[in-house]
């Protein structure tokens, strides 16, 4: 949780056909849901140039998509998280965690895998998928992990403009 700095020029103009100014809370719902991301308890507020953004994600990759998807619009500078992530399931603990011998006594479950933060990385002119792929992970071929990260707001790998603010999942 945190506040997240964007290119306020840069990004999709939610409001281009009807030349009102910046976006508001109902273009910025409809871009969430236009990409897939559900979040619970949604509340979205604007303030000027600053988008505060508030609920319950399935997971932190939801939540960092949610961020970009708020923050990737032309007029928003500024986003103000405070995503909490859902706890696990009951169905999801017990397929994360082996099956113990129930006559050897039950193991101490682990905690859930908290799924660690991506990086944010602002495009800059010339950048190319593979580019950032080879600075992050050392391999250009590595992209496809960026373009899937990112994915439904790329719909295609060599489709990224400067400005534009990318997850970089962390690699394994």
């Given at each position: 949780?945190?506040l997240?700095?964007f290119?306020?020029?840069?990004?999709?103009?939610l409001?281009?056909?009807?030349?009102?100014?910046?976006?508001?809370?109902?273009?910025?719902?409809?871009?969430?849901?236009?990409?897939?991301?559900?979040?619970?308890?949604?509340?979205?507020?604007?303030?000027?140039?600053t988008?505060?953004?508030?609920?319950v994600?399935?997971?932190q990759?939801?939540?960092?998509k949610?961020?970009?998807?708020?923050?990737n619009?032309?007029?928003?500078?500024?986003?103000?998280?405070?995503?909490?992530?859902?706890?696990?399931?009951?169905?999801?603990?017990?397929?994360?965690?082996?099956?113990?011998?129930?006559?050897?006594?039950?193991?101490?479950?682990?905690?859930?895998?908290?799924?660690?933060?991506?990086?944010?990385?602002?495009?800059?002119?010339?950048?190319?998928?593979?580019?950032?792929?080879?600075?992050?992970?050392?391999?250009a071929?590595?992209?496809?992990?960026?373009?899937?990260?990112?994915?439904?707001?790329?719909?295609d790998?060599?489709?990224?403009?400067?400005?534009?603010?990318?997850?970089?999942?962390?690699?394994?």
């Open positions: 949780m945190g997240f700095n290119a306020r020029d840069a990004g999709e103009s409001r281009h056909a009807i030349g009102i100014g910046g976006p508001d809370e109902k273009d910025l719902t409809q871009a969430l849901q236009k990409h897939g991301v559900t979040l619970q308890n949604l509340d979205l507020k604007v303030k000027g140039e988008v505060t953004i508030k609920g994600a399935d997971s990759a939801e939540r960092e949610a961020i970009l998807i708020v923050g619009v032309k007029g928003v500078e500024k986003v103000d998280d405070d995503i909490r992530i859902a706890a696990p399931t009951a169905a999801q603990v017990r397929t994360a965690v082996p099956q113990t011998n129930p006559q050897a006594g039950a193991a101490a479950a682990p905690p859930p895998r908290i799924e660690p933060e991506s990086q944010f990385y602002t495009v800059k002119p010339g950048d190319t998928l593979s580019a950032i792929a080879q600075q992050f992970y050392g391999s071929n590595k992209y496809q992990a960026i373009f899937e990260a990112n994915r439904p707001m790329l719909s790998p060599n489709k990224i403009y400067p400005g534009q603010a990318l997850r970089i999942p962390v690699q394994h």
